[in-house]
């Protein structure tokens, strides 16, 4: 698996505290469409579950943490995020879940397209044949 992808941002605080800049094309690399955020998540719970044909997406958790669990088909590799100057840039066919949401947990997510419930895969399964086809396509 490419090693995870992790985007540094700069801080821009002072005495009176801290400030990030998130700007399209520039520390977030793609064109944002969609900005979503996930609070109040019940800490029993694990969310995700699915893979994204198309979908580029950066995850910052602004406060408190979440753990990813990232898996190209070969290789899974876990991801706690627990700063909100770092975003993990997810790109290309991964099946991403996330665990471990502390109680004040706040992750926001930005996206490169609007939400279409046809870039889902969210079935393990069919995420695998894809990985399958991607990594040999048909003559
Ligand atoms: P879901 O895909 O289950 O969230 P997660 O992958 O984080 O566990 O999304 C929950 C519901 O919200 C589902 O009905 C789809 C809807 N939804 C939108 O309408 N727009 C969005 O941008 C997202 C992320 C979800």
Redesign the pocket.
Known sequence: MSSTNLISFEMLGDERGSLISLEQNKNIPFTIK?V?Y?FDTNIETS????AHYDLEQVAICLKGSVTFLLDDGQTKERVTLNSPDVGLHIKGLKWRE?HDFSEDSVLI?L?SDL?K?SD?IRDYDTFLREVRNEDSPAQ
């Open positions: 969609r979503y996930l969310r995700g579950y699915h996330m997510v996206a939400y419930e889902y």
